[in-house]
């Protein structure tokens, strides 16, 4: 788990999920996104509360545990005001993003007719305008579509946008969030897809013995499954309908199979892209979005800024550049086969000398001391740890 986070720092994932064990605790999770496009747990927490105290605690934990957390650009989250607040203090240089399917969930909970006085009619026609700017491509279509808002004479509706969503549109809003390195990721999907699979095992409200036992599985299946698929990345060649030495091939060969798809695509998309403008030293290219400043190597569209990647319009300006459309320049070395071969080598040798073959658990207990069940949790807590590691846990964390 924590080679994971350390080789695959720059977008942090974190959700919650409930009703695991009969405690009531509920169990966070920790997510990365590798080379190959798998998802990978890299902490998982148990709390007994959920105030900013604890929160913190847990966040300080982990801090500890993975000292590249320095290195995270991206923490994607639910709009949970305690949690963002939290991470927003310990991880002063990432960017907090909202999970769009959050967003969206959020806005279909708080905007109804109950909670902001509205007819359905009203509602539904709010709802259509808030998912129009939240799916915004480009400032200028934020803009026009915060104007409609604006003229619908929905008057707590504009309140309550321009009171909880407007100041903090960079965090939600697609083309906003799309400017951040996200390794393409959008929603927090991939944390809720694990959660169904957890939830699928586990049983509800089990005893902490049976939910980590149940747990433990999971997570040995899901690791077993990435491990699978990376291996058969590394070893399989697939077979291309391109002409040997094509760019295609060329970026099959330097690319993971996840990141070669992608710029596959953005190479069948460049034919139908233009350039206006040559300045020498930039070109101007039109897009959906209005005019982009892009480079051989650079380009401002979110499919760059997310991915990092070579998207179309780099694609075209090196076609009209008369320079090879192959290059390694403008790729994350996250993304190559290389890194990706010596990170699963470093991986598995740490596996071997068992550095990495526990769970990074950590159960924060800082707030039990005053609610009653305290003792009896600890308790509890310290015999499943003891249970699991087989001896006397490293360090149980209270205060
Ligand atoms: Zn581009």
Redesign the pocket.
């Known amino acids: 788990m924590k080679l994971n986070f350390e080789f695959y720092p720059e977008v942090l994932m974190i959700d919650a999920t409930y009703k695991l064990n009969e405690l009531r605790m509920p169990l966070y999770l920790m997510m990365i996104v590798d080379s190959n496009g798998q998802s990978e747990i890299i902490a998982t927490f148990l709390t007994v509360l959920e105030t900013e105290k604890a929160i913190t605690k847990m966040v300080q934990v982990f801090k500890t545990h993975n000292p590249n957390w320095s290195l995270t650009k991206v923490v994607m989250s639910d709009k949970d005001f305690t949690e963002r607040a939290v991470f927003k203090k310990e991880f002063p240089s990432a960017s907090l993003l909202i999970c769009l399917f959050h967003t969206l969930r959020s806005l279909k909970r708080e905007v109804s007719c109950e909670k902001l006085g509205l007819l359905p009619g009203e509602r539904d026609n709010a709802l259509e305008l808030l998912t129009a700017i939240a799916y915004s491509g480009s400032q200028q279509e934020y803009e026009d579509n915060y104007n409609d808002l604006k003229v619908s004479g929905l008057k707590s509706v504009i309140d309550y946008f321009d009171t909880n969503w407007h100041p903090i549109c960079h965090q939600w809003v697609e083309c906003f969030k799309g400017a951040n390195f996200t390794v393409g990721e959008r929603t927090n999907n991939r944390l809720e897809s694990i959660n169904a699979k957890i939830k699928s095992v586990c049983s509800k409200y089990a005893s902490l013995t049976t939910f980590f036992d149940q747990f433990f599985a999971v997570l040995a299946c899901l690791r077993n499954e990435r491990d699978h698929s990376t291996l058969m990345a590394l070893v399989k060649k697939p077979v291309l309908a391109f002409p040997p030495n094509s760019p295609e091939v060329k970026f099959a060969e330097f690319l993971t199979p996840y990141a070669t798809t992608y710029v596959h695509k953005q190479l069948v998309l460049h034919a139908r892209t233009n350039i206006q403008n040559d300045t020498g030293i930039h070109c101007e290219?039109a897009?959906s979005n209005g005019l982009?400043i892009?480079t051989p190597n650079r380009?401002?569209?979110t499919?760059?800024t997310s991915m990092h990647l070579p998207?179309?319009?780099?694609f075209t300006v090196r076609e009209h550049r008369h320079v090879p459309l192959f290059s390694t320049d403008g790729v994350a070395a996250r993304w190559t086969n290389d890194y990706m071969r010596e990170k699963f080598a470093n991986k598995r040798d740490a596996s071997k000398c068992g550095s990495s073959s526990g769970v990074c658990l950590r159960l924060i207990l800082s707030m039990a001391k005053t609610i009653l069940l305290c003792q009896y949790i600890q308790y509890r807590c310290y015999t499943v740890v003891i249970g699991i590691y087989g001896s006397k846990p490293t360090k149980l964390y209270s205060s």
Request: with cysteine; aromatic share 16%.
């Open positions: 290219v897009s982009l892009v380009c401002q569209c499919f760059w998207c179309r319009h780099i």
